[in-house]
């Protein structure tokens, strides 16, 4: 019960012993004070009422005893003649600041100062409630390696001063990117893992989810926020058919659609009528495409096309480029989309990309040339860190060596449905905006 109940509620705990501390190094130590006690006193009181608010209170308390310990030694210096550095007052709150402990940790933990890995760490961390072991596990990293980042974040913030507070004005527009980003790339990392064994990590996608509803409802005035939530209710409305009993990708075409969630698209279309016209926004709008088809044959592909060249206005990328190639292939064959492909081989952005010759390979088997498409295939199976993309390109060598009548469906054309890549890809690369909106969220 008690571990259960931290995990749930571990995120307002450290955010509320942050407010008052102001370091959230330190109150994550004050939470994990507050487990403690629960530890030794609910076997013996029984869980309270409110365990939630218990947690929360003991850490407040403990983060209240901290800083009068810290004034206390702060008066002794001053009587011994030290000089103490004058704290400013804090800034009056504006009209449009908001009150609440959990968006200040969101945006302190996402803060532009910190790297995307140590952002991602430290939310998971903070706000996911997960152990550092499990975000080794998830992103396939040395535990060490993912501490090492955890810690440096947090001393990162206390050298840089980061104030706990929610930004406003100007300020919060650009911060809130930076906060939207975070969870986009904890999302795409579980819809579509960059390396080892499984094609997916449904917990990741599920701690992003749960992060983006929150942040929609901290912030509901902000239509971005509810065109990244759209972006992954929709998205994640898919999991259940994106993969066989043996774990391997089943593509777009193949996809049983009565496994789609029917109630996380409902939810993501709420989400997108509160959205506004912004990058995450159109990779919504693109992902609605999909929902909307009954059958993978009614999909309105040229739609999709322009809505991947409105991206392409919002945020120019190669990744979103080749995106939009995909969805040509469909709309006007794949001669016009092989131009558009041909154009991105010299880009140096997607220079080990392996979306891109699995992209190129497709469209050249659909136009009968086989052998050109096999070597590509065989390209992009060996850029590929992931083990289930790898058998799905090399299996597709295998049958277009077969049959070079341009069967469609693997990592581009009919297959690819969503992005770049198959069912299984979309863009992986560039950041928010940057494209796959079908397959993969994009990253």
């Known amino acids: 019960m008690v571990e259960t109940v931290f995990r749930i509620e571990s995120a307002r705990i450290i955010a509320g012993a942050a407010r008052i501390v102001r370091d959230v190094g330190i109150a994550e130590e004050l ?33 209240i005893d901290l800083v009068r310990r810290r004034e206390t030694y702060a008066r002794k210096l001053a009587e011994v003649g030290r000089t103490l550095e004058d704290v400013p007052p804090p800034e009056p709150a504006g009209p449009d600041d908001i009150d609440d402990d959990l968006l200040r940790l969101i945006f302190t933990a996402c803060h532009p100062v910190l790297s995307a890995e140590a952002r991602i760490a430290l939310t998971l961390r903070l706000l996911g409630g997960l152990t550092t072991p499990e975000i080794a596990r998830a992103f396939l990293a040395p535990e060490a390696t993912v501490a090492q980042r955890i810690v440096r974040a947090k001393r990162g913030l206390a050298k840089a001063r980061v104030p706990f507070e929610v930004p406003y004005g100007a300020e919060r527009a650009a911060r809130l990117s930076s906060v939207l980003e975070v969870i986009y790339l904890i999302f795409n990392e579980g819809y579509a893992a960059t390396a080892g064994d499984d094609l997916l990590r449904p917990g990741l996608c599920e701690d992003a989810l749960r992060l983006a509803r929150v942040l929609a409802g901290l912030m509901p005035e902000e239509p971005e926020v509810h065109g990244l939530a759209a972006l992954l209710e929709l998205q994640a409305s898919r999991t ?11 593509l777009l075409a193949d996809q049983n659609r009565a496994r789609w969630d029917r109630l996380l698209i409902r939810r993501g279309f709420a989400a997108l009528r509160r959205a506004g016209t912004g990058p ?34 919002i945020t120019p990328s190669p990744v979103v480029e080749l995106n939009r190639a995909v969805a040509v292939s469909m709309a006007e064959g794949p001669a016009a989309a092989l131009e558009v492909v041909d154009a991105l081989m010299a880009e140096p952005a997607l220079a080990g990309y392996h979306l891109l010759p699995s992209v190129r390979g497709d469209l050249l ?31 597709r060598a295998a049958a277009t060596g077969a049959d070079t009548s341009g069967t469609t469906g693997t990592f581009g054309g009919a297959g690819a449905g969503a992005g770049a890549g198959a069912e299984s890809g979309g863009a992986k690369s560039g950041g928010a905006g940057s494209g796959g909106a079908e397959g993969r969220a994009g990253r």
């Open 365 to 395: 088997a659909r136009l009968g040339r086989g052998a050109e498409a096999r070597a590509e295939f065989t390209r992009a199976a060996g850029l590929t860190r992931n083990a289930r993309e790898r058998e799905l390109l090399l299996a």
């Open 240 to 250: 259940a058919a994106r993969t066989g009993p043996d774990g391997r990708p089943v």
């Open 31 to 63: 939470a994990q004070d507050a487990l403690v006690a629960a530890l030794e006193q609910w076997p013996e009181s029984g869980v309270p009422e409110r365990p939630g608010a218990w947690l929360t209170a003991a850490a407040k308390h403990r983060a």
């Open 280 to 313: 995450y926004a159109v990779q919504a709008a693109i992902a609605a495409c999909h929902a909307q088809a009954a059958r993978y044959e009614d999909t309105d592909w040229a739609t999709i096309a322009a809505l991947y060249a409105r991206l392409m206005a």
